[in-house]
């Protein structure tokens, strides 16, 4: 009779949260993670969105890197009770080297990394487990997405203050607005950030940079409320959102 060796588990999922941008778009004030949303810093919201998603067991927060920012975060996070363990680590200039640094701090045993913006502290629970769930079918790489509701136009660089002359406008059926958490296979994205470096072309998500290794990437529908919060309007929004979940008796 022939032995079958059992397959190996399959390892853990994490979430990385970068959370060190400065929120130069939402105006002055504190570093953007930790303004309030409803009496709330915004990357409580967030940590509490990925650690309630039933696949995640590990959350690393990535702060903004003074030690004052990393011990505040350290200290909200400690207050976040749920079935995921939470870890603090510090960021760096950009995003990219923010979830760099979030990558370094996994564990061998996690596998399916889910990059999630602190900016994007609403995203339903379902959209990150639908996900996780999405590369552990076998994608290496899963962005959720919206359709456009504006039509895009192509610009040539101009001079500042000079009107910007359009070159094209581009079949809007075909693009996609794309958000958090994007979901990978835990070496394809190592391999990105290792080849793809800050100092040379840096990427604004890290969807692209897998792109540029020649892998596929894959999107699945994204929530409307998993939405930015990039300028001071989008907290008036957030709000909202929070006012009409609460009256539904919602998270
Ligand atoms: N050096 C950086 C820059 C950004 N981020 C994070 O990346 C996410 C998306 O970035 P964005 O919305 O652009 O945030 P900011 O960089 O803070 O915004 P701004 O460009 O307006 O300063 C945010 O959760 C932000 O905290 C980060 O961890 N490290
Ligand atoms: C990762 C991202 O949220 C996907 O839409 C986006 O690219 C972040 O861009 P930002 O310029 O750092 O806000």
Redesign the pocket.
């Known amino acids: 009779m022939t032995q079958t060796t059992p397959p190996d588990p399959p390892g853990r999922t994490a979430a990385v949260?970068?959370?060190?941008?400065?929120?130069?778009?939402?105006g002055p004030g504190a570093?953007?993670?930790l303004r309030a949303l409803n009496g709330t810093p915004m990357l409580v919201h967030a940590v509490r969105a990925m650690a309630r998603a039933r696949a995640v067991s590990l959350v690393v927060v990535?702060a903004p890197p003074e030690d004052a920012a990393v011990a505040e975060v350290r200290a909200l996070c400690a207050d976040v009770t749920s079935g995921a363990d939470v870890v603090v680590v510090a960021?760096?200039?950009?995003?990219q080297?923010?979830?760099a640094r979030g990558l370094a701090a996994l564990p061998a045993d996690v596998d399916v990394v889910l990059v999630h913006?602190?900016?994007?502290p609403l995203v339903p629970v379902d959209t990150v487990e639908a996900v996780a769930a999405a590369v552990r079918a076998g994608a290496p790489a899963v962005v959720p997405a919206l359709p456009l509701a504006d039509t895009v136009k192509q610009i040539a660089a101009a001079p500042p203050g000079d009107p910007e002359p359009v070159v094209a406008t581009p079949d809007r059926s075909l693009l996609r607005a794309v958000q958090t958490p994007q979901g990978f296979d835990r070496a394809v994205l190592a391999a990105a950030h290792e080849k793809i470096t800050v100092a040379g072309d840096g990427a604004t998500d890290d969807a692209g940079m897998v792109e540029r290794l020649g892998e596929p990437v894959v999107l699945i529908p994204g929530h409307e409320e998993a939405f930015?919060?990039?300028r001071p309007l989008d907290l008036v929004l957030a709000e909202a959102v929070l006012a009409r979940r609460r009256e539904s008796g919602g998270f």
């Not at 970068?18 to 130069?24: D, I, L, M, S, T």
């Open positions: 949260i970068p959370a060190a941008g400065r929120g130069v778009r939402l570093p953007k993670a990535v960021g760096g200039d950009t995003r080297e923010s979830v913006d602190a900016a994007r930015k919060v990039t």
